[in-house]
């Protein structure tokens, strides 16, 4: 067995046993690992970031305050509290301690504003919302319009018409008391973008958070001399449960950075020294692109562990800056599978070994990529996919095994489970993701199906985009796309808008910015005379994405938005150019 084979499965044996205990223990949940874990260690550093610092006795004290200030408030078993903070310990500790006694917390994206806001608000409807000083203003400006009230709390800081939660808290009582959260109950709400619209919020039970975290501590081999870096959001599922819990119960420490910034990264990664970094692609082609810094080899880091690692971009990253070992993976928040890359497979987001293909059963499908639905023979089941041949990745559903927890709209949850797939009555959880399979068994991705792109790291629905793009003034009709770019990472936004005469590029943009976070803009405008549909009147979409942004492939105006000037400006053929050799700034 060859070095990298004989350590991808070492790591998978690790992961298996990390997680077998857990469903044997229907009563232990994280928060109750946490105060197991503070009984161990005390002292030692568990989340360390520039505002605040927390021993692992300081988290579960800190838990154990808002679990007091959670029964204070009568919060029981399901009553959702909404939290929207920026990175750091606080925020660890807030969801730790509600969820200790049965209540659910809504992570929400710290750039929603407006509508959007307003609509993740009103689809968990929180009794209770906790949120930054920094952040409060965006949650006051909704507050009259949401369609169930709920009381706002406030962070560090004070606000008229929110209570001060860190005063509020009584000291603890009766939490440890309180008929504890199984692991099948709901801990949290985490928004995934669809592509029917604004966001949606994943099901994530108490099962979910143990799973993920000991399977990675498991699969990175944390131990309590390791520190991991984590400049990733804390309201997604990887920068908010995995790459700060999975540290933990490996008894590591996390250290936690509010965003991510290249010119920092190694400096804090050399001062703290931080073994462990979890990554999305963008961040290791933004480090990989960087001027050199005179600390990039003079770390620790023995691993790093995420997802989006373009083959091109892994090499390069893997070499110049001396990283003994990646470990990339492919995983959706509310998705049923996972796949693991422990190999070192360029490109590759993962593999199932087969010693556990019966365990994790994934495969790829035919699809009609006009539909967006699967290609059935004539036994009426669906077609499976040739080697490297793309397909819809789509996994196995059964009792006892991978369940999929959904979404709190149960038409959505449905429109994710695909039925009678290879044979009568079976079901599979559909991913939304074009991939490949190569004859070695590594996956590949290629692509997302329907009306979502991704972008700097974020999922964005399109007909959310177009929403806020058709309703600027001198928009007759709009269509949002995503294309890709050279050099970048996933795919940026491109709207194509029939307008009037008086349509304003810049009034264009600062609509946009208004309505709509910075990931979520479109990048690129194309003015057409009318929009092409289909025998169906759906617009012709591939056809405008296949065109993108090259000025030869159309005679319509085309505009690109300049961030220096804030706002769109001629995308001529110097600046297509430019983009194509990867010199423009987005």
């Given at each position: 067995m060859s070095e990298d084979k004989a350590a991808a499965a070492e790591a998978w044996r690790r992961a298996l046993a990390a997680t077998a205990p857990i469903a044997q223990q229907p009563d232990v949940t994280l928060p109750v690992v946490i105060e197991r874990l503070a009984e161990r260690y005390g002292d030692t550093p568990a989340l360390i970031s520039e505002r605040q610092s927390l021993t692992y006795a300081g988290l579960a004290g800190r838990a154990a305050r808002y679990a007091g200030w959670a029964l204070a408030q009568g919060i029981v078993a399901g009553d959702v509290v909404a939290l929207m903070m920026p990175n750091g310990p606080e925020y660890l500790a807030i969801w730790l301690g509600v969820t200790r006694v049965g209540g659910v917390v809504a992570l929400f994206n710290t750039n929603l504003t407006g509508a959007a806001l307003r609509h993740a608000i009103d689809i968990v409807a929180p009794r209770h919302i906790v949120a930054d000083a920094a952040l409060a203003a965006a949650i006051d400006a909704v507050r009259p319009h949401l369609a169930t009230p709920a009381q706002a709390w406030i962070c560090g800081g004070e606000r008229a018409g929110f209570l001060p939660v860190e005063d509020s808290a009584p000291p603890l009582r009766a939490v440890r008391d309180r008929v504890p959260p199984t692991l099948r109950d709901r801990a949290l709400y985490i928004y995934t973008s669809g592509t029917t619209g604004l966001p949606k919020a994943a099901s994530v039970s108490h099962h979910r958070i143990m799973q993920w975290s000991h399977w990675f501590a498991g699969l990175m081999d944390v131990r309590p001399n390791d520190r991991l870096y984590n400049c990733l959001p804390?309201?997604?599922?990887?920068?908010?449960?995995?790459?700060?819990?999975?540290?933990?119960?490996?008894?590591?420490?996390?250290?936690?950075?509010?965003r991510f910034s290249a010119s920092r990264f190694w400096d804090d990664i050399a001062d703290n020294g931080c073994t462990l970094f979890q990554y999305i692609g963008e961040l290791c082609r933004y480090l990989a692109a960087a001027p050199p810094h005179p600390r990039e080899r003079q770390h620790r880091l023995r691993l790093a562990c995420g997802n989006g690692l373009r083959g091109d971009v892994w090499p390069r990253f893997q070499n110049r800056f001396g990283v003994p070992r990646i470990i990339e993976f492919y995983a959706a928040t509310e998705g049923a599978f996972s796949l693991y890359n422990c190999e070192g497979k360029p490109g590759a987001v993962g593999r199932v070994p087969p010693f556990l293909a019966h365990r994790f059963p994934v495969a790829l499908v035919q699809i009609d990529r006009d539909t967006g639905e699967p290609l059935r023979g004539t036994d009426g089941f669906c077609r499976r996919c040739a080697v490297d041949e793309p397909g819809e990745a789509i996994g196995k559903l059964a009792d006892g095994g991978a369940r999929f927890e959904g979404y709190t709209d149960p038409a959505a949850s449905q429109r994710k489970v695909l039925h009678d797939v290879f044979s009568a009555g079976d079901a599979w959880y559909r991913t939304g993701d074009l991939m490949r399979k190569d004859a070695a068994g590594f996956f590949y991705f290629v692509d997302r199906l329907g009306d979502t792109f991704r972008w700097k790291g974020e999922n964005v629905s399109t007909t959310e985009v177009e929403a806020a793009v058709a309703a600027t003034p001198g928009i007759v009709e709009a269509v949002v796309?995503?294309?890709?770019?050279?050099?970048?990472?996933?795919?940026?936004?491109?709207a194509a808008v029939v307008a009037t005469d008086d349509f304003d590029p810049t009034r264009f943009a600062a609509h946009l910015a208004e309505r709509l976070p910075e990931y979520a803009r479109p990048l690129f405008l194309r003015l057409c005379r009318s929009i092409a549909a289909t025998g169906t009147f759906k617009p012709q979409k591939r056809a405008l994405a296949d065109a993108g942004f090259d000025p030869c492939a159309t005679g319509d105006p085309l505009y690109i938005f300049d961030k220096d000037a804030g706002t769109f400006v001629p995308l001529d053929s110097a600046r297509h150019a430019r983009l194509q050799q990867g010199a423009m700034r987005l």
């Open positions: 804390m309201y997604h599922s990887i920068g908010g449960v995995v790459a700060t819990c999975a540290p933990l119960v490996g008894g590591g420490s996390v250290v936690i950075r509010e796309y995503g294309v890709a770019v050279p050099g970048a990472d996933g795919r940026a936004g491109m």
